[in-house]
């Protein structure tokens, strides 16, 4: 069965320092896309990156970085030089059935709380 | 560019009542999802609706429903309101299917 693991539950770190967010997934297709969405107290949730199963290649955006790596099935996520507007919660998600689908599997989240 | 628009926002109702919460999507997109936040159950899919065909559904009972119009403008509806459906129902807009969702700011529910 589909399913996405976030294993921290909160985290706080201090302004400035590195924080990785860990996702772990399971799927039993080939295909598949992994996401990360950042939730702030706003509600809505913003997308942050979205990655195919066939494209292993490790990403960075700013002070974000994604490390996905299928032999362990994991897809997690690294912030550089935390900043206070970073607290929020983190969720990382699956989507099946090649992406044909919108239907996202997602996890518990990871509480990010980045003190100043 | 507009994002999408959930209404509305905050509501309380009564356990046997209905709901109608209303989403409008970005100009354009025409995939809506809908999905349910709660703190004991996180987030969960509750229906997908492309161009007003329903492709998906979570699992949620009967109780749960949904529609898109033409103009990709899409409704839930929670029929006989219990005390668990309280939760932040979240809407997503996509111009097709696989990418990127873009969320609104939910509508949170309470129900007494």
């Known amino acids: 069965a589909q399913k996405v693991t976030q294993a921290q539950t909160e985290i706080s770190v201090v302004e400035k320092e590195d924080v990785t967010l860990d996702c772990v997934y399971e799927?039993?297709?080939?295909?598949?896309?992994l996401f990360w969405y950042k939730q702030p107290p706003s509600g809505e949730l913003v997308f942050l990156i979205r990655?195919?199963?066939?494209?292993?290649q490790n990403e960075i955006s700013g002070r974000y970085s994604w490390n996905f790596q299928k032999s362990t099935s994991s897809f997690n996520f690294t912030i550089t030089a935390s900043q206070v507007v970073d607290s929020a919660v983190y969720f990382c998600?699956?989507?099946?059935?090649?992406?044909?689908?919108?239907?996202?599997?997602f996890g518990t989240g990871t509480l990010l709380a980045v003190q100043p | 560019k507009a994002g999408v628009t959930q209404t509305p926002r905050y509501l309380i109702k009564t356990r046997g009542q209905q709901v109608t919460l209303s989403c409008s999507p970005i100009s354009g997109h025409r995939s809506v999802s809908w999905y349910q936040q709660t703190p004991g159950q996180g987030l969960q899919f509750l229906f997908e609706y492309f161009s007003e065909t329903q492709r998906n559904k979570g699992n949620f009972p009967g109780r749960f429903s949904g529609r898109q119009f033409s103009n990709s403008r899409s409704e839930m509806n929670v029929s006989t309101l219990e005390l668990g459906d309280s939760a932040l129902y979240l809407c997503a807009s996509s111009y097709g299917v696989g990418g990127e969702l873009f969320f609104g700011e939910g509508s949170r529910l309470t129900v007494l």
């Open positions: 990655r195919n199963s066939f494209d292993e």
């Open positions: 799927t039993r297709d080939t295909t598949y896309y």
């Open positions: 998600a699956l989507s099946e059935r090649g992406g044909a689908t919108n239907k996202l599997i």
